[in-house]
């Protein structure tokens, strides 16, 4: 019994001790990031201009990076989640439900950088449309639907049968159910999902490289609103370096003087984006839910 | 969640003000007033929306004149980035004289320009090398070929290797090539060649680029590379980083980034002649190789007012040189 | 439209990864070889993948070893041992660990644990610090968070039942976690490392900027290798011909890769919900 209960306490510990390992890194990483830029941040790398030969900045690609995360957020979402709700309340077990879930998964584990090769067959070469920022966006949205589409259908599913017998009984139709007793307690989850999604958008670069393009372009001029000129940063068909394909250009293409710091200023940016977003989605998660219930 | 985000609501006030921020731009009017404190990310919104900023802060050298006539719209090149950095300064300096155009200069290696101007990816494609050498012959007689500029590469070694400042060329081919039959080349010792006693590591570029083709036919005489051992990094930016860390490290890089980065590496001269713009230009250092722009079929437009702006002057007499290319004439 | 675009993306990289054996008459054998030589400018190209390969399958093992004690054992410590207030740290770190972008985690991996390997571990052979192992360290990290939160998902449906009926013949927890929960579990954990091995395969960036890419068989940890997805991102901005049509194959051979885990993860949701 002694000896058991020593095996316990020696579990424990190195269980505690593998978390607390693990946390650490995460910790250092970010710290490091934190400390490395902080001697050359300044605002001013936000706005700036990309340089080859200077500090420069990341005024457009971070735009760029949000530009597309809405582009391809617009796009997924809607498929995904209908998608998600046809495949948790209305598809049956048959063949066609099988394949579109084995299609799913082979989907999700499809190698980013293939699905930019695809992508650059389909949506730049064939299309010839050039490197724009659609053509990211569709190509982000191969793997991005897949994995939305099975979030949101894990959220819906977990929704106990009960609310949706209670909503039934009362005499509401399907979609009503759907709509007023299902989702309501689904929000969190397709939340959650969405933020995921989202989240591989802003950290995706493989898959962008080919597809989106690697150039740095300057000089938005923000009061163009014309979407289909491609000098307007408002527009689908230009090109669209993000932060994450910067950070890997910078390192490859950059004249060498300042790679180091533009890169871990990027990197820090980049990592409290990610930060901002999850725990900013969160709290919509949360607040969406009240809203809906309280309708 | 809910009962936790009560003790949250410091941090999610911060994220939701940095959310609002970040999304502003793309729901409202940039001519908003930004709101005080958290205005970084709508603040880059408003004010890289003028062009004076833009150009400003760009890599355009100042003192170079613009094209003596714009032409309206939008191309893309890509391609050498051996080429990248002269290119870009070109790009931006047109578009700075000329706000309604706009140039996006990319990277990629050789082999992308040649390939995305055929497939009409991209206007112009930039290359090392000439299509003949890359494409099929069918492929390549659709491209039509503009030398703007010369260009040099250097030896370059980590500054760790003390002694040696000049091989020659067979001295590289040994470093370089495998014996037939071997599967290490002869000099694998910085010993071997004067140097301190430490092995030779062997940085080399992708068989696909335009770097190590012009090396590979100007220095190893066409022999094959040692692949086996040596590491492989992708582009002349990663290729500096290698051989600046790694001890005992040689490559090849352009005259643009080994300027760039003088305290990190060390140059070696080739055959007793140093690499120089100076010594390409009169032909006595022989790794160096024309600049290739490819359009596909006469180019048109904007495309062709940008090349004819390559050949001109400002580009050709001020911004070539400062650059550390040669000109072509 | 999953479907249609599954179809036509397999159909479209089937159809160019056999583009090499079709069109320019490469014998599917020579795939095999350990030589690669795509070069055109030199005499005899041979387009052998089998570096690449084994490349890939070596990086992708090391990774999951050097990750599978960690992540499992944080995702116990999570399901069985945390106090509330450290899960509530544990979750919200796992999710910014999966949120960090690979790229960041390849910058990181070039500028500290390259250079880390080559000046502390240099007498062991990291002469260069570029390697089979940093390329698994860096991977080892960024499956972390995949294994961990599916072997957490795995762990808690283990009905409380089981548990407490253990706890109440008198068993220590590691005594229930060890005779109960693992068991229970073993499934989930096994498809949360093929999950964690899968997007080990795939990853393309952050592998290439530490790995060093040298075609050759793996055989030393402290020796640089390379991989399927690294050659591509490598090669294929550049190669053009019988040589582009090579990195095709190699895109097909990936697929190929994925394919596989992806029935073995659904074997063993089979075998778990038999069970």
């Known amino acids: ?295 | 969640m809910i009962t936790t985000s009560a003790k949250r609501i410091g941090a999610l006030a911060i994220a939701a003000t940095v959310l609002v921020a970040a999304c502003g731009g793309s729901s409202s009017s940039p001519a908003a007033s930004a709101a005080s404190a958290a205005s970084a990310a709508s603040a880059a919104a408003a004010t890289s929306a003028p062009s004076a900023a833009a150009a400003a802060s760009g890599a355009a050298p100042s003192g170079v004149a613009g094209p003596a006539t714009c032409v309206d719209g939008s191309i893309t090149t890509s391609g050498s980035t051996a080429l990248q950095p002269l290119i870009d300064a070109a790009g931006k300096a047109y578009t700075a004289a000329c706000p309604k155009s706009t140039i996006s200069v990319q990277g990629g290696g050789s082999g992308t320009g040649l390939t995305q101007v055929l497939q009409g990816a991209v206007q112009i494609g930039d290359s090392d090398v000439t299509a003949e050498s890359k494409l099929q012959a069918s492929d390549a007689s659709q491209l039509v070929d503009h030398v703007t500029t010369k260009q040099g590469w250097v030896v370059v070694t980590n500054t760790g290797v003390a002694g040696v400042t000049s091989l020659t060329s067979q001295q590289l081919q040994d470093m370089w090539a495998c014996p037939s039959g071997q599967s290490a080349p002869k000099i694998t010792n910085w010993k071997d060649v004067g140097g301190p006693d430490l092995p030779i590591v062997l940085i080399l570029r992708p068989a696909s680029s335009g770097t190590r083709a012009t090396f590979k036919q100007v220095v190893l005489n066409g022999q094959t590379e040692c692949s086996g051992q040596a590491l492989t990094e992708d582009s002349n930016g990663a290729v500096t980083a290698a051989v600046s860390q790694t001890p005992g490290s040689i490559s090849v890089i352009g005259f643009a980034y080994y300027q760039a980065n003088k305290d990190k590496v060390a140059a070696i001269s080739l055959d007793g002649v140093a690499g120089s713009v100076a010594n390409m230009a009169s032909g006595t250092y022989k790794l160096a190789a024309q600049g290739h722009m490819y359009t596909k079929g006469q180019p048109t437009g904007l495309t062709k007012s940008f090349l004819d702006y390559m050949m001109s002057d400002p580009i050709q007499k001020t911004l070539i040189p400062s650059l550390f290319y040669a000109p072509v004439q | 439209m999953v479907i249609a675009a599954v179809v036509l993306l397999l159909g479209f990289i089937v159809w160019r990864g056999v583009q090499l054996f079709v069109v320019s008459g490469v014998p599917v054998t020579q795939i095999l070889s350990p030589t690669w030589q795509p070069d055109p400018l030199s005499e005899g190209t041979t387009y052998g993948l089998l570096p690449f390969i084994a490349g890939t399958l070596a990086v992708m093992a090391v990774a999951a070893i050097v990750s599978t004690p960690l992540s499992v054992g944080l995702a116990l410590f999570m399901a069985e041992v945390a106090p509330t207030w450290a899960r509530r740290i544990a979750q919200p770190a796992m999710e910014v660990f999966v949120g960090i972008p690979s790229v960041v985690y390849g910058w990181l991996g070039l500028t500290i644990l390259v250079p880390f390997l080559r000046v502390h571990f240099g007498w062991l052979g990291f002469t260069t610090g570029f390697s089979w192992l940093a390329g698994s360290l860096v991977l080892a990290l960024m499956i972390l968070p995949t294994i961990t939160s599916i072997s957490y998902d795995a762990f808690v449906a283990v009905p409380a039942d089981m548990r407490s009926a253990s706890l109440a013949l008198g068993t220590t927890r590691w005594q229930a976690i060890r005779h109960v929960v693992l068991p229970t579990a073993a499934a989930g954990v096994a498809t949360a490392i093929v999950f964690g091995l899968t997007r080990a395969a795939g990853e393309a960036l952050a592998v290439q900027m530490v790995i060093g890419n040298s075609p050759i068989i793996p055989t030393s940890l402290a020796r640089p290798v390379t991989t399927l997805t690294s050659q591509i991102t490598l090669d294929m901005s550049d190669a053009t011909g019988t040589w582009n049509e090579a990195l095709w194959t190699m895109g097909l051979v990936l697929l190929l890769i994925s394919l596989a885990f992806v029935l073995l993860i659904r074997w063993l949701g089979r075998g778990r919900s038999r069970a």
Do not use: C
């Not at chain 1, 730049?124 to 259908?153: D, I, K, Q, Y």
């Not at chain 1, 929704?159 to 007023?180: C, F, M, N, Y």
């Open chain 1, 1 to 295: 019994m002694r000896r058991s209960l020593a095996a316990d306490r020696l579990a424990t510990a190195v269980l505690w001790a593998v978390a607390v390992f693990v946390i650490l890194v995460l910790v250092a990483i970010i710290a490091y990031f934190v400390i490395e830029s902080i001697p050359t941040f300044s605002l001013a790398f936000l706005v700036a201009d990309p340089s080859l030969t200077d500090i420069g900045g990341i005024g457009p690609v971070l735009w760029n990076s949000a530009y597309m995360l809405v582009l391809t957020m617009l796009l997924t979402v809607p498929l995904g989640v209908l998608g998600g709700i046809y495949m948790a309340e209305y598809a049956g077990e048959g063949w066609l439900t099988n394949a579109i879930r084995f299609s799913q998964e082979l989907i999700s584990s499809v190698p980013s950088i293939v699905v930019g090769l695809f992508g650059f067959a389909l949506f730049v070469a064939a299309t010839g449309w050039g490197f724009t920022a659609l053509g990211g966006a569709l190509t982000l949205m191969v793997f991005n639907l897949p994995l939305l589409l099975r979030l949101s259908e894990q959220a819906i599913r977990t929704v106990p049968a009960d609310e949706r017998a209670a909503s039934l009984a009362l005499g509401a139709t399907k979609w009503q159910t759907i709509r007023h007793a299902v989702l309501p307690v689904a929000i969190p989850g397709v939340v959650t999902g969405i933020v995921l999604t989202a989240g591989r958008v802003f950290g995706e670069a493989a898959a962008l490289l080919f597809t989106a393009g690697l150039s740095t372009p300057t000089r938005y001029d923000f009061s163009n609103l014309n979407p289909l000129d491609p000098q307007s940063p408002w527009s689908p068909f230009r090109n669209a370096t993000t932060l994450s394909v910067f950070i890997w250009k910078s390192n490859s293409e950059g004249l060498g003087n300042y790679v180091h710091e533009v890169a871990n200023m990027s990197s820090m940016v980049l990592i409290v984006m990610v930060l901002a977003f999850n725990l900013g989605s969160r709290w919509l998660g949360g607040a969406l839910q009240r809203r809906v219930s309280g309708l």
